[in-house]
Each structure stands twice: as C-alpha cells, then as structure tokens.
C-alpha cells in the first residue's frame, strides 16, 4: 500500500512507520521537524519536510491508499495555557489535510485520537461510547477531528479509524522517547533519577486510592501495531474508534516508585498541586479493540514500559 504517514519523525510515528516500512509498504513520510528529530525517521521512508497545511505541497503527494495522521501537539497543560495554537494546528490545519488528501485520492484515514476526548469519566473502565467531554483544549481539538472526519465518512469520501490513545509510554532502542519540551510522567521521572534532581509530582488530592491521578499506559510498540492493524480493517470497515489501552492503571505515586524500582535511584518528590485539565482517572476499556482489530498488548506491563524507556536512553 502506498501510505502517507504524518508526524513521522515523532515518538510513535516512526515506529509505526518501521513496520510498515518491513512488511513492504511504501511509506512517505511527512513532518515539519518542529518537534520531531530527523534521526527518528526509519530508513526506506521517504521524508517530506512540509507543514500538514501546506496544501501545494502535499497536493504533489498523493494519491494515497492510505493517511495516518499522528502530526499534532500533545500536551495537555500546555494547551490550557495557548488553546489557539492547539485549535490552529490540530484542528485548522488536520482540516486542510484532509481536503487535500480528498483532492488527490484517499481511501483509508488512520487518526491519532486520545483518552483526553472523554474528560472527567465517573465509569472506570472507559468505553469507547462514553460521551466525549474533554476538559482540555488539547482534548477538545481531538474531538473535533473526530467529529469532522464523521461527517466525512458518512458523506462516503473515505473510511476511517479513530485511535484514542490512553498513556503511550516505552520506547524502543530505535526510537527513544524524545520531545522538543518534555512533559510527560516517565520521561521526567527518567530524566530526575539519572540526574539526581526533584522530581514534581502535580495533585495528591484527587479521589483516588492514593490521591493522585491514576493513567493507563500502553507501550509504543503496541500502539504502532495498532495502527498497522487500523489500516488493514479499513479494508472490511467503514469506520472504527477504538481506545487504545491496557485495562490497566497506575497511580502517579505508583509509576514514580516502579522509576525508582528499574533505575535503582531514589527519587526526590516534591508534592505540588494540581496541574489545571488533568482527569483524576483514565482507564480504558479494552475489548473493543480486541474485537474490532484483533489487538491486545503485549509489550505493555508497567515494568516493560519503564524498562524499556530507561535501557532506551543507556
Ligand atoms: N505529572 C506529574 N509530574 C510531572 C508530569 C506529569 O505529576 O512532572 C502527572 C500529571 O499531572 C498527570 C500524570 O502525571 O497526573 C500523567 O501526566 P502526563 O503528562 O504524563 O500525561 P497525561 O495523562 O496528561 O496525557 C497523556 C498524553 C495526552 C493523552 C493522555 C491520555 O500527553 O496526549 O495521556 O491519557 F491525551
């Protein structure tokens, strides 16, 4: 299949592009290396440096058997801060994306979606038809997509797969987790053990066990098989959302001691408030992708995840 991949010099876009690179598709590539770290980019890809918005260009590109659209900007405190810039590149310009792509040919449309879609869920596991009531800009502007790219497959343009990521998190040695500006929970506490420094710890009030968030996480090779997966069930399928998940949580305190655990370093927590937009729990319901792709996860404990992040940087 020739298949376009977005965001392909990312964390979960390059090892997906890697399998599909190995099992012989051709895979063009495209990223505006913002974020993303050329040196990311699997051999046997072909890389465009372009903006997902930058029409001309991507209207050279096509046609496509196939979109996986993983270009986008994650994190969700930061949104809270600057939602128009979250609103223009994940909604305005995965908009003008996708009407490119319509222009040129598309037939199958694999979107990066995220548990941040559902909000503040009182029901624990999550199920994909929970209703959508995100508390972020960032979750709001999945949201939106998904809702965009419904009316597009019920008007029939092309199908298409919503995958709501729960936590992605590992890494592979390939494919170390690395971003511009890092956020994110393992990274950090990674980032605290090896350098000896204070590791924050946002919120120890919410109504959990242990009081702070619970987070389900999925390592990002089991993600990139997903997708893999997306891609092929299109083929029987108008359209799929699936979360993408383990069924599992952790706490914040939790993930912070399996750190400790796998690196061998005590971490110096210092306990801070609440960081604005987090969910107190987001546990995913699994079966749906088990029925509907035929995945479960299998590089997913939490030791695997943290292992494999650790080892990932040595
Ligand atoms: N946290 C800390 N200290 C830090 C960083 C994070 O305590 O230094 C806490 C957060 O407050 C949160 C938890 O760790 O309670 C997880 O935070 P992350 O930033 O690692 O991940 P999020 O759950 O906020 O978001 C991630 C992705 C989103 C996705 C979401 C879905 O970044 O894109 O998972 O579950 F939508």
Redesign the pocket.
């Known amino acids: 299949m020739r298949i376009l991949v977005t965001g392909v010099a990312g964390f979960i876009g390059s090892t997906t592009a890697e399998l599909l690179v190995a099992r012989g598709d051709d895979v063009i590539g495209l990223d505006n290396l913002s974020t993303g770290d050329i040196s990311n980019v699997p051999r046997g890809v072909t890389l465009v440096k372009a903006d997902i918005g930058d029409a001309v260009t991507i209207r050279t590109l096509g046609p496509f058997d196939a979109c996986i659209h993983f270009a986008g900007l994650?994190?969700?405190?930061e949104s809270m801060e600057v939602p128009e810039l979250y609103f223009e590149n994940n909604v305005g310009q995965t908009m003008t994306l996708l009407n490119t792509l319509l222009s040129s040919g598309l037939n199958h449309f694999v979107f990066s979606s995220?548990?941040?879609v559902y909000g503040d869920v009182t029901s624990s596991p999550i199920l994909e038809a929970s209703p959508m009531s995100p508390t972020s800009p960032?979750?709001a502007s999945?949201a939106m997509v998904e809702d965009y790219v419904a009316w597009l497959v019920r008007q029939g343009k092309f199908r298409a797969a919503n995958l709501r990521?729960?936590?992605?998190a590992g890494a592979t040695r390939a494919h170390p987790e690395r971003h511009a500006v890092e956020?994110?929970?393992?990274p950090?506490?990674l980032d605290a053990a090896a350098a000896g420094t204070p590791?924050?710890?946002?919120?120890t009030d919410y109504p959990t066990p242990d009081g702070?968030?619970i987070?389900?996480y999925v390592h990002v090779l089991d993600l990139a098989r997903a997708h893999v997966a997306a891609v092929d069930t299109l083929a029987n399928r108008e359209s799929l959302t699936v979360n993408l998940g383990t069924g599992v949580g952790y706490s914040?305190r939790e993930?912070l001691r399996a750190v400790e655990s796998v690196t061998g370093h005590d971490l110096e927590v210092r306990e801070?408030g609440?960081?604005p937009g987090?969910p107190a729990t987001?546990v995913a319901s699994v079966a749906a992708a088990k029925e509907i792709l035929g995945w479960t996860p299998q590089h997913s404990s939490l030791e695997e995840i943290v292992r494999s992040a650790w080892e990932s940087r040595q």
């Open positions: 994650i994190a969700s405190g995220s548990a941040a960032y979750g999945k990521y729960f936590n992605a956020t994110h929970l393992i950090l506490a590791m924050s710890l946002f919120g702070t968030c987070r389900d914040n993930v801070l609440r960081r987090d987001l």
